[in-house]
C-alpha cells in the first residue's frame, strides 16, 4: 500500500512513510481497545504530514447484540459475561 499526500514543506504530492504504534485504550464500558496510531512523513524531505488514528477492535470483543436471535448468540454473550465474572 502506498500513501500520497500533500508535503506542507514540498508544497506537491507525495510518497508517504509510514509508521505505526499500538496502544490500548479503555472504553466507556471498560473494554481494552487497541488504538493504531499512524504518522505519515514526506519520503523526500521527511517533514510530519499527518497522523491518524485506527480503532483495532478483535473480532471476539466485540458486544453479542441481545437481538441476535440465534441461540449461539446468546450463549457466547453469557460466556463472556461469566469469563469476566460479572
Ligand atoms: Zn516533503
Redesign the pocket.
Known amino acids: 500500500m502506498i500513501y500520497v499526500d500533500l508535503?506542507?514543506?514540498?508544497g506537491?504530492l507525495?510518497e508517504m512513510d509510514v509508521t505505526g504504534f499500538q496502544t490500548a485504550v479503555v472504553d466507556a464500558d471498560g473494554r481494552t481497545i487497541e488504538l493504531l496510531t499512524r504518522a505519515f512523513h514526506?519520503?523526500?524531505?521527511?517533514?510530519f504530514?499527518r497522523s491518524d488514528e485506527v480503532l483495532d477492535v478483535p473480532e471476539h470483543r466485540e458486544d453479542v447484540r441481545l437481538d441476535d436471535p440465534s441461540p449461539e448468540g446468546v450463549d457466547a454473550f453469557q460466556a463472556e459475561r461469566t469469563a469476566e465474572g460479572v
Do not use: G, L
Request: aromatic share 0%; proline share 8%.
Open positions: 508535503c506542507p514543506m514540498c506537491v507525495r514526506c519520503k523526500a524531505c521527511t517533514c504530514v
